[in-house]
């Protein structure tokens, strides 16, 4: 059968072309267009060619910002991967408790992101807040406004806090799925509860698992509201991050061709890590 | 290796049953040799998955017992009972491979390596797994699947019972058959007690030397292949064992024997006197044959079945089945029907006259 060419249908596909060239394609040329150039004000701008690049690359605040960046992601990850599966092993299966535990879950994860940072802002006061004065209290000499680690212990605390949820929703969601018969088999195989999390459960949550990991990292790597309401970037730049930086050279400095290209940068090191890691995860798996 | 014998069993899933329907299991006593294939079959929701996890001890029995050799086995859980379960939906272990897969009940019971390589080779080679040992259990398809879940069970020596709960349910047409016979040849050189749960008749008489037919949670009849056919104990072993199922029709009761609107039809049992309730007369469609007297009958409807055609006849009022060879010329309009004598009975309430509620 001889199907008929219809050019035709190329005008379904354009409305989707617009939709995205207006919404990322434009928006990032843009910045591929400052980070080549350098300008000296007037709206002048001049072709400078890749060095906007080397410059940050081998800029020494660009390594710190990274490493402190990596050091924030690789924490949030190390506790709130294995914390949300714990606290979704234990959730209920069925039951009223069901409903109540998956609301309370939620409720984190419903808080604009600038409220959650106003929130321990406050909560973490050394002098007023309920958690930095019972700290003080008990004698700890805590004060996060003062403290490198400090602020770090309240930055990482206040995430775990607000995302651990999410990585509770999506591991309780694979939990759930599995069929009853892998429980019995593994009992009738007399397989320990260890195993039982560790050759079905952990198998089996191995997709959500995933998606929860690459979410939280790409999340955890663009965050930007809740450590500048909470810390500011302080004490110095003990808890600048990459996003924090990067506003600050952008809008701060207004340094738009170094800002554009270590945006660039900072998108490639995210899609880089991503894909790695997804690649990784599914190298033997037909999805 | 075990006798299994159920002892007064009834279970309920709800706290407090009162109606008869809350049991999802009523009282039910029965007896298996060791070594015997047997099958429990009966429509979804007859009970059957109950019963064989009751046995398998993944549910609790409401009351009664159950006893592996005479030793009441009731509150211990599955895996003191040397027992393996083949499921409905094949279970592997996806990130191990093959030999994992099946060195798994021995390495959790802490059986010494290299015991469990050699036990791990046998069972692979009885089950055809051997040339997959290596490979990853989530890449095999839903038949080799079900192998390993089985192997899992042979693979202890110590297994008392192999329990099937609808092993063939995702398996293709095709590998059906050939699954089938592998099991019943298994059965031979293991012979262990096997227990078989399905709805499909096929299965049941193919595997089975003795079927334990289930409705509503109790136990109609039991007994080898033949029987369930010849002399089914209640109307529903009729419908639901044979192609097409036996035809059931509504006759009153003549000194004990069977008449259909003022024929007398000669039976094989006979009604106790003073009977009332529902009386009905059953025979299967393949003791129904045309004559020259008998029964007047008009034929409705021809439908060919292959080996033999299905004939639809309208017998004084009734709708009935029986089958004509291939080969008979069937005439159509009016025909005379006679019932073979000797595979014909009257049932009361459902059972077979004389025999109420003798499972």
């Not at chain 1, 429980?183 to 999390?197: N, T």
Request: proline share 5%.
């Amino acid at each position: 059968m001889n199907k008929a060419v219809n050019q035709k249908a190329w005008f379904f596909v354009l409305p989707v072309l617009v939709l995205v060239a207006f919404n990322a394609i434009v928006p990032l040329m843009t910045v591929v267009n400052y980070s080549v150039q350098e300008t000296f004000g007037n709206n002048q701008f001049f072709w400078s060619g890749l060095t906007w690049f080397t410059d940050v690359l081998r800029s020494e605040r660009f390594h710190a910002s990274l490493t402190r960046q990596m050091i924030f992601t690789g924490s949030i990850l190390l506790i709130e991967v294995p914390l949300g599966v714990l606290i979704a092993l234990a959730m209920p299966r069925k039951g009223i408790w069901v409903s109540i535990c998956l609301v309370l879950m939620a409720m984190p994860l419903l808080i604009p992101w600038n409220v959650v940072g106003a929130m321990w802002n406050i909560f973490a006061l050394p002098n007023i807040g309920l958690m930095g004065k019972v700290l003080n209290d008990l004698g700890f000499d805590y004060n996060y406004t003062r403290q490198v680690g400090d602020a770090w212990f309240t930055l990482i605390l206040m995430d775990v806090w607000h995302w651990t949820s999410l990585v509770v929703l999506l591991a309780y969601a694979g939990l759930v799925s599995i069929p009853d018969a892998y429980y019995q088999a593994a009992k009738i195989d007399g397989a320990s509860r260890w195993a039982v999390l560790r050759f079905i459960q952990l198998p089996k949550m191995k997709r959500v698992l995933t998606i929860a990991i690459l979410l939280r990292f790409m999340d955890s790597f663009n965050i930007y509201t809740e450590p500048v309401v909470l810390t500011g970037g302080g004490p110095g730049n003990s808890t600048t991050l990459l996003s924090i930086d990067l506003v600050k050279i952008a809008l701060g400095q207004f340094d738009l061709g170094p800002a554009a290209a270590m945006s660039l940068i900072y998108f490639l090191v995210i899609l880089l890590l991503s894909w790695i890691f997804y690649a990784v995860m599914t190298r033997n798996e037909e999805w | 290796m075990a006798r299994i014998s159920l002892v007064g069993l009834k279970h309920s899933y709800l706290a407090h049953p009162a109606a008869p329907d809350d049991w999802a299991l009523k009282e039910l006593n029965l007896e298996w040799q060791d070594g015997g294939a047997y099958a429990l079959l009966g429509p979804s929701g007859c009970g059957k998955t109950t019963l064989l996890n009751i046995i398998s001890g993944l549910l609790q029995p409401s009351h009664g017992e159950v006893l592996f050799d005479g030793r009441d086995v009731t509150p211990l859980p599955p895996e003191k009972r040397q027992i393996a379960q083949v499921f409905q939906f094949p279970v592997v272990y996806d990130t191990m491979t093959v030999f994992d897969n099946l060195a798994f009940p021995l390495r959790n019971r802490g059986v010494p390596e290299t015991e469990v390589r050699t036990r791990v080779q046998q069972i692979a080679e009885m089950t055809e797994l051997s040339a997959t040992l290596k490979k990853r259990a989530s890449g095999l398809s839903a038949d080799g699947k079900q192998k390993i879940s089985l192997g899992r069970g042979l693979v202890r020596e110590d297994v008392n019972a192999i329990l099937f709960d609808e092993p063939l349910t995702v398996i293709d047409p095709h590998l059906k058959f050939q699954l089938r016979s592998k099991l019943k040849e298994l059965h031979h050189r293991v012979p262990k007690t096997m227990i078989y749960v399905t709805h499909d008749q096929t299965e049941a008489l193919t595997f089975a030397d003795k079927v334990v037919v289930m409705n509503m949670g109790q136990v109609v009849q039991q007994g080898t292949p033949e029987e369930l056919f010849l002399t089914p104990h209640h109307t529903f072993v009729g419908h639901f064992i044979g192609s097409p199922g036996m035809n059931v029709l509504p006759c009153e009761i003549d000194n004990g024997n069977a008449v259909l609107k003022g024929h007398r039809i000669a039976t094989a049992n006979k009604a106790p006197a003073g009977i009332s309730g529902i009386l009905e007369l059953g025979v299967r469609p393949e003791f129904i044959h045309i004559s020259d007297t008998g029964l007047p009958a008009t034929v409705t409807g021809l439908s060919d079945a292959g080996r033999f055609r299905i004939a639809q006849v309208n017998c004084l009022g009734q709708t009935l089945k029986f089958l004509v060879s291939e080969d008979h010329p069937i005439a159509t309009g009016e025909v005379h029907l006679t019932f073979d004598p000797t595979h014909t009975h009257i049932y009361h309430n459902g059972w077979l006259a004389g025999q109420e509620g003798l499972a």
